[in-house]
């Protein structure tokens, strides 16, 4: 295991369900709980983003950036159970791969036609 994989670890099964046992407690409440929950989401996002070190091709860019988009939902899906909710983390979190915005309704639609 290296460096980057260390720290994730770390990351991701430590300091996130320290900080959201901190919320849950009540040591953090209200506009502190939320950026408590945006910065440690987005930390973890580039933690697992890190993981593969430097992107030297396209397909190693959208690894990377599926990692970032895949570590901040999971960190903030934490948050979310505590109860602190985030605009903008909440739209990150509806983000689906594979998947029309309109769902399968939408494809019966297109099939009929």
């Known amino acids: 295991m290296g460096v980057a994989e260390a720290v994730a670890l770390v990351a991701t099964s430590l300091a996130v369900p320290f900080a ?12 502190a709980a939320r950026w408590l929950a945006v910065g440690t989401s987005l930390a973890v996002g580039a933690v697992c983003a890190a993981v593969g070190g430097v992107p030297a091709d396209p397909g190693m860019w959208a690894q990377a950036c599926f990692a970032a988009v895949g570590g901040t939902q999971a960190a903030y899906a934490a948050y979310k159970s505590a109860g602190v909710t ?3 983390l909440d739209a990150l979190a509806a983000v689906r791969v594979g998947e029309k915005a309109g769902g399968e309704d939408q494809r019966e639609e297109s099939e009929a036609e």
Not at 23 to 31: D, F, I, S, T, Y
Request: overall charge positive; aromatic content about 6%; glycine content about 20%.
């Open 20 to 31: 959201v046992q901190l919320v849950k407690g009540g040591a953090v409440k209200g506009n």
């Open 86 to 88: 985030d605009r903008w």
